[in-house]
């Protein structure tokens, strides 16, 4: 099987000061930038016309609101269903917030909420949707590789340790590096995909700045090592796990060049590469997921404390014993090695 591969990128830092998500203990809204926040979208087709987008954006995430416009743009312009379009968040805690429920749970001001909220929604799935119909223009001849390495500064979340510098060697980590490597017949670099489970979460919650954190300064120094390359970063199953130790814009312009040059290493022959020569699949269902309290935390059995309300509002559920169901996408690709 061969492949083609077209990429877009557009810059989506705000000009204006919005209030940004991720941290109850904001109190202002992002005052300048310390990194700019990307869109950026990989376009790939095998020798069947088959095709997969993957299209990554420097938010925290990607919601409904945002996903359903996209999906539909890109049915009615490119004829692709859902499943063939994979998006992503870097989940930076320094993006603007547009997610409606947030506002109860952020405390966010009247002013930084409502119809502006709703706004930047707009702006962010027009922005994804334009970087995904212009990757599709500038399809070239690819060849894909499969690599992997690691970086070591994420750490277990749910262990005190971690907090009090002292990470415990029976943490459950997960501090894997899968890389999507994609080459122009010349072996420049056409897009370079990377993933790391960890939250990015190194800047302390004080400074309101738009940044995209180590994911943003990882694909940064890619760009350059790489001339013409996109980089585009996917999270992984991050939940568990935060850069440590963190708190601090060093630590994040740290944390960026250790990932960046561990993937670069890899580009250039260290460790394994598979050439990926097989056909592309997808599946996209949604899955029925059991929400529960997590254990110690506050509980009123009247539903009416704090908690058990933003509790209601951010899974959907009624349950006042903390319990509640909801309905999660997923979804996979796979490009079959051979
Ligand atoms: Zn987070």
């Known amino acids: 099987m061969e492949y083609r591969a077209g990429t877009a990128s557009e810059l989506i830092t705000p000009t204006e000061p919005l209030w940004l998500a991720g941290y109850l203990a904001r109190s202002e809204p992002a005052k300048g930038k ?4 990307h869109a950026s979208a990989l376009a790939l087709e095998d020798s069947q016309g088959q095709r997969l987008i993957i ?24 004829n692709l269903p859902r499943e063939r379009l994979i998006l992503a968040a870097t989940h930076t805690h320094y993006g603007p917030e547009f997610r409606p429920d947030k506002e109860v749970f952020f405390r966010i001001p009247r002013e930084y909420g ?6 930047i929604a707009k702006k962010i799935s027009d922005a994804l949707t334009r970087v995904i119909l ?3 223009e500038n399809f070239e001849p690819v060849r894909l590789f499969a690599r992997i390495t690691s970086a070591s500064f994420a750490h277990n979340r749910r262990r005190a340790g971690v907090k009090g510098g002292a990470p415990s060697t029976e943490d459950i980590l997960d501090r894997d590096v899968p890389i999507l490597d994609v080459v122009r017949a010349d072996g420049s670099r056409k897009a370079i995909v990377f993933g790391y489970a960890c939250h990015n979460t190194t800047i302390p919650p004080e400074d309101c700045r ?27 199953c991050g939940a568990d796990q935060n850069p440590e130790p963190r708190g601090s814009v060093e630590l994040s312009e740290q944390y960026g060049p250790e990932i960046a040059s561990a993937v670069q290493a890899s580009l250039t022959g260290e460790g394994r590469e598979i050439r990926v020569v097989g056909r592309m699949r997808r599946e996209f269902g949604r899955e029925r997921i059991e929400h529960r309290r997590p254990r110690g935390e506050r509980s009123d059995p009247s539903g ?11 899974v959907g559920g009624d349950d006042a014993q903390g319990a509640a169901t909801c309905f999660d996408a997923l979804h996979q690709a796979r490009i079959d090695v051979g």
Request: charged share 20%.
């Open 210 to 236: 738009y940044c995209a954190d180590w994911a943003g300064f990882a694909k940064e120094q890619l760009e350059e090592s790489n001339p013409g390359a996109t980089a585009l970063f996917i999270t992984g």
């Open 34 to 37: 310390i990194s700019d926040l």
């Open 304 to 314: 009416h404390d704090d908690t058990s309300r933003i509790y209601r509002l951010v």
């Open 114 to 119: 409502g119809a502006k909220i709703t706004g």
């Open 134 to 136: 212009d990757a599709c």
């Open 55 to 78: 299209a990554s954006i420097d938010l925290i995430a990607i919601t409904k609101v945002i996903a359903d416009p996209i999906y539909q743009a890109v049915e009615q312009q490119l």
